[in-house]
């Protein structure tokens, strides 16, 4: 009796001592440090594994040690995104397909699966599809501006059939070219007022008004420089103009 009791005892022990100490502090759902020192890429995945609870594969071609620690301990999520950051460093990154986690080469992530959204991209350290639709700017203009802020091994491509713009980068990055895609995709239409003539024929003074507008375009202060705001005398001056192009138009044109 004492013997088996024994033998079940020495079982439990050699199981507990079997399993990664993440693993124990993750049963009880609480944080972990990490001190891996020229550790191997496929343990430090086994371990975070065990500190996530997801299933990660690591594939054949992924090779090489890395150095992961943190100064005090961390939850779950904020070790892994720790983990896919550091990847990052190595040419490595992680891409989700089918609910599995897989560390790829970061040249072969945009080829195995990844999330695929539509608007506001969301944050993180995967890749992932995003895709803007444009609604002033044509797509294909903004491709060389956003070519160069995207990793060099991720793809912008062009939809032209409803104009928009298909990116595969890191999620976070896409948040920031998010930004500068909905700064860019602007109407660039100027303000139009339509004057209607009682008397006077539009084609005998549209001559006039151009010289009218020419002068007053002549007249107009330098731009400001780079960054600089408009002062308030050149936008006064522009609505100046305008005033006296509709006062000059509507009360001269008298019946013949």
């Known amino acids: 009796m004492n013997l088996r009791l024994a033998a079940a005892s020495l079982a439990a022990l050699l199981l507990l ?7 124990l502090a993750q049963r009880a759902n609480e944080p972990v440090t990490l001190n891996f020192v020229n550790a191997e890429i496929d343990a430090v995945a ?13 594939d054949p071609r992924v090779k090489g040690t890395i150095n992961l620690a943190t100064d005090r301990p961390v939850p779950p999520a904020a070790a892994f995104n720790q983990f896919v950051v550091t990847l990052r460093l190595s040419g490595y990154t992680v891409v989700e397909s089918g609910g599995l986690l ?9 080829l195995q699966g990844g999330a695929v959204s539509v608007g506001n991209p969301g944050g993180g350290s ?42 595969t980068d890191y ?4 948040q920031r070219i998010g930004r500068i895609i909905a700064a860019l ?18 084609s005998d003074l549209a001559p006039m008004v151009q010289r009218l507008i020419d002068s007053s375009a002549a007249d107009r202060p330098r731009p400001p420089p780079a960054g600089g705001r ?17 006062s000059w138009c509507a009360p001269p044109t008298r019946p013949a």
């Not at 086994?46 to 690591?58: H, K, L």
């Not at 897989?102 to 945009?110: D, G, H, L, T």
């Not at 599809?129 to 995207?150: D, K, S, Y």
């Open 230 to 246: 408009p002062t308030r005398r050149s936008a006064r001056r522009s609505s100046r103009s305008r005033a006296a192009t509709r």
């Open 185 to 202: 995709d602007v109407s660039n239409a100027t303000d139009v007022e339509v004057i209607n003539l009682q008397h006077a024929l539009a």
């Open 46 to 58: 086994r371990t975070m594994a065990a500190i996530t609870g997801r299933n990660i594969v690591v």
């Open 17 to 23: 001592a079997s399993l990664p100490l993440p693993v």
């Open 126 to 167: 995967q890749i992932v599809t995003q895709i803007f639709r444009l609604n002033f700017e044509n797509a294909g203009n903004l491709v060389p501006i956003l070519r160069p802020l995207i990793s060099p091994n991720n793809t912008i491509n062009v939809n032209p059939g409803n104009n928009s713009l298909v990116i």
């Open 102 to 110: 897989k560390v790829v080469p970061e040249a072969e992530a945009k």
């Open 171 to 174: 999620a976070d990055n896409l």
